[in-house]
């Protein structure tokens, strides 16, 4: 499957939406705790675009700040209304990884990889990775 761009996405209650005009770099599955809290669920996709090919068409991104595992800093962009996180943007990366969740087709993009597996969840399996990281 493949993205048919450009492609729009939003938040649950209506108030974000953004545009992406170009290919997405990958899409991954993260079994982090820091993933796993944000999503509510055993896992989190990550959907890396270049930054310069997202861009917010309307409503309020509020965000907040954490360390990444790689000794920089991850900004957290949520809905400012629902509390939808939209995407999240490892600072100074140029990329801006997009919550495919919130695409208006998500059935359009499938991971390629998942990555912290060592913190995965035993009964969880997902068929289709070309690749699997013990860690990031």
Do not use: N
């Not at 993933?35 to 509510?40: E, F, I, P, Q």
């Not at 669920?41 to 360390?67: D, I, N």
């Not at 919130?102 to 059935?107: E, F, K, R, V």
């Amino acid at each position: 499957m493949s993205l048919t761009l450009p492609a729009e996405g939003g938040c649950q209650c209506g108030q974000v939406r953004y545009r992406l005009s170009g290919e997405p770099v990958w899409l991954g599955v993260c079994h982090c705790t820091e993933c796993k809290r944000s999503s509510g669920a055993a896992f989190s996709m990550s959907l890396r675009m270049r930054e310069g090919e997202v861009e917010l068409l309307q409503g309020e991104l509020k965000a907040w700040s954490r360390p990444s595992d790689k000794k920089g800093e991850v900004r957290c962009d949520f809905c400012a209304e629902c509390g939808v996180r939209v995407w999240h943007v490892p600072v100074g990366s140029g990329f801006i990884h997009v919550k495919p969740g919130t695409l208006d087709d998500p059935s359009a993009v499938e991971p390629l990889f998942e990555g912290w597996t060592k913190r995965k969840a035993p009964w969880l399996t997902i068929t289709g990775l070309k690749a699997s990281f013990e860690e990031q």
